[in-house]
């Protein structure tokens, strides 16, 4: 299958600092990125879906400003965690999609630990 | 109530068991079903997709029921590296946005 890298895998930050994340489709060109977050022993949920070269669509709940989304080209977009709290401690993973002949695939970065302190 | 909706075990069973996992969904205008594995601190790996004449992939048997809304797996002669939890991720056929929607999974744990 495809393949999706994140980095960091882990990051430990103190409080109020922001954090970038990373997430690079290796091998293909991901027309649309997703964002989750899963809390320990919890569902995935999703933040926000990027495509490339327009403004990220966020779902309801989740801070625009705080959390920052920039989908540059087709195989690079970055969350940043701005003014980072212990309450954003999560396992943050980002998803990649593409297309071939109408089929849609998607695939999962590694995700990335954000441990705030 | 949640748009997926699975029992969230655990379920401990032993090496060799059938074990069945069931799986609710509330959009009826839902279209494509899957059963993702995560294994502790990684993250969601595709199963199978599940279709609706049912589909098998050796031990594995996936079944969607749309009357009900109710999708299944069925994993036969359990093994240990089974052990996991499987998520049931349902989708819309708008998916210009629509990203894949999880269950909160079901967990499994296959004992020696």
């Known amino acids: 299958g495809a393949v999706v890298s994140q980095h960091p895998s882990w990051v430990i930050c103190k409080s109020g600092t922001s954090v970038k994340i990373e997430c690079r489709s290796l091998?293909?060109?991901?027309?649309?990125m997703f964002w989750y977050r899963q809390f320990p022993k919890q569902s995935l949920m999703l933040m926000a879906t990027?495509?490339?070269?327009?403004?990220?669509?966020?779902e309801q709940g989740v801070e625009k400003d705080k959390f920052l989304i920039n989908h540059a080209s087709l195989t690079l977009s970055t969350l940043t965690v701005t003014s980072a709290h212990p309450e954003d401690s999560s396992f943050y993973i980002c998803?990649?999609?593409?297309?071939?002949?109408?089929?849609?695939?998607?695939?999962f970065g590694p995700g990335t630990r954000l441990t705030v302190t | 109530r949640k748009e997926v909706e699975q029992d969230p075990g655990p379920f401990n069973v032993p090496e060799g068991a059938t074990v069945a996992f069931n799986c609710t969904y509330s959009?009826?205008?839902?279209?494509?079903f899957f059963w993702y594995r995560q294994d502790c601190r990684k993250e969601p790996k595709l199963l199978m997709s599940?279709?609706?004449s049912g589909n098998e992939d050796g031990r594995f048997t996936a079944q969607l029921n749309r009357a009900s809304q109710y999708i299944s797996l069925l994993i036969r002669d359990s093994k240990l590296s089974d052990s996991a939890t499987y998520l049931c991720?349902?989708?819309?056929?708008?998916?210009?946005?629509?990203?894949?929607?999880f269950g909160s999974g079901t967990r499994l744990q296959v004992q020696p």
């Open positions: 991720v349902v989708t819309s056929m708008d998916t210009g946005r629509r990203a894949l929607t």
């Open positions: 998803s990649a999609r593409f297309s071939t002949r109408g089929i849609y695939e998607q695939y």
């Open positions: 599940v279709y609706s």
């Open positions: 990027s495509n490339e070269g327009s403004k990220a669509t966020y």
């Open positions: 959009n009826s205008a839902s279209q494509s």
């Open positions: 091998d293909f060109q991901a027309t649309t």
